[in-house]
């Protein structure tokens, strides 16, 4: 099948549908804030860090040690997380635990793996 088999050949087919998405469609800003959500979320690492909080609360050291990385290259990109909300820390003595910052994250995380280990669909046509 052509590439060209994928575009309309008119301008507008369903006015109605286009003007109601377009009244529904959020706010540029939130797009962006969107965007931006998803790019935290586009690091094999933090993606890593992700499933092992998802798994249970950890504390920097352990993973460092899980992951095979350094203290501070976890830390950094627990910054990134942080700074998006997607983990939260609390403290303990010396020790500073992290855990994913609520049961969207996790839901978002969980709703993710399960799409990518689903069966790829076939190409329209």
């Known amino acids: 099948m052509a590439r060209e088999d994928y575009v309309c050949d008119c301008d507008i087919i369903h006015a109605d549908v286009v003007e109601s998405v377009r009244r529904n469609m959020p706010e540029e800003s939130e797009l962006y804030d969107l965007s ?18 998802d798994e249970h609360e950890l504390c920097v050291c352990d993973l460092a040690a899980l992951l095979n990385m350094t203290k501070s290259a976890i830390s950094h990109q627990l910054r990134a997380l942080r700074e998006a909300n997607l983990v939260i820390n609390r403290r303990d003595g010396k020790n500073i635990y992290y855990a994913l910052a609520d049961d969207h994250v996790r839901q978002i995380f969980e709703m993710g793996l399960e799409h990518i280990r689903e069966p790829r669909a076939s190409e329209p046509g």
């Open 36 to 53: 931006d959500f998803f790019k935290v979320l586009g690091d094999s690492t933090r993606s890593k860090i992700m499933w092992a909080l």
